[in-house]
T-cell receptor
Framework: KNEVEQSPQNLTAQEGEFITINCSYS?????LHWLQQHPGGGIVSLFM???GKKKHGRLIATINIQEKHSSLHITASHPRDSAVYIC???????????FGTGTSLTVIP | NAGVTQTPKFRVLKTGQSMTLLCAQD?????MYWYRQDPGMGLRLIHY???????AKGEVPDGYNVSRLKKQNFLLGLESAAPSQTSVYFC???????????????FGPGTRLTVL
């Protein structure tokens, strides 16, 4: 069973394009995380949210608790944004943390 | 300030051998986590700890043991390695300002383990 589903799996964009990555989950959550995994393998946290919307630079994350859905947007995409973006949720019962399989983004100059 | 470090970076084991992966953090974080990452499966939680002397099971704990004897260290042990444990292992840590999953996690660089 997949508690967290991401789409698309792979995404290629031209530099400057607006990008949206989607995440749907099937469990009750206390928080949703967006992570970025660089081509070298390192993982960094981008956002943690439990409601509403957060913005950091060109990145925006939104969550709709009722629909169990979150989106990660990248405005004015740049080749340095090329990475795997991973959605993860912490459950509000059972203390588990589930990850999506990631969206591989390539931004072409 | 090194953040989260993992030792070793790479290791090759034979089936049945044992080893311990070390995770260390210098940010005075209460919470620490061990994950494994496999192609097509994504990341999965193995064990976690909410403080010194406490550990708990995650989604895939079988075949692994953990210990948190010191706040800054979280050890992951494989008593009898199996080829199914070939994976990349990530450690992470976080503050405890909020409930378990409501804190930003800081990840180590990973350990690539191959079991032959």
């Amino acid at each position: 069973k997949n508690e967290v589903e991401q789409s698309p799996q792979n995404l290629t964009a031209q530099e400057g394009e607006f990008i949206t990555i989607n995440c749907s989950y099937s469990v009750g959550i206390s928080a949703l995380h967006w992570l970025q995994q660089h081509p070298g393998g390192g993982i960094v946290s981008l956002f943690m949210l439990s409601s509403g919307k957060k913005k950091h630079g060109r990145l925006i994350a939104t969550i709709n608790i009722q629909e169990k859905h979150s989106s990660l947007h990248i405005t004015a995409s740049h080749p340095r944004d090329s990475a795997v973006y991973i959605c993860a949720v912490g459950t509000n019962t059972g203390n588990q943390f589930y990850f999506g399989t990631g969206t591989s983004l390539t931004v072409i100059p | 300030n090194a953040g989260v470090t993992q030792t070793p970076k790479f290791r090759v084991l034979k089936t049945g051998q044992s080893m311990t992966l070390l995770c260390a953090q210098d940010m005075n974080h209460e919470y620490m986590y061990w994950y494994r990452q496999d192609p097509g499966m994504g990341l999965r939680l193995i064990h976690y700890s909410v403080g010194e002397g406490t550990t708990a099971k995650g989604e895939v704990p079988d075949g692994y043991n953990v210990s948190r004897l010191k706040k800054q260290n979280f050890l992951l042990g494989l008593e009898s390695a199996a080829p199914s444990q070939t994976s990349v292992y990530f450690c992470a840590s976080s503050y405890s300002m909020d409930s378990l999953w409501n804190n930003e996690q800081f990840f180590g660089p990973g350990t690539r383990l191959t079991v032959l």
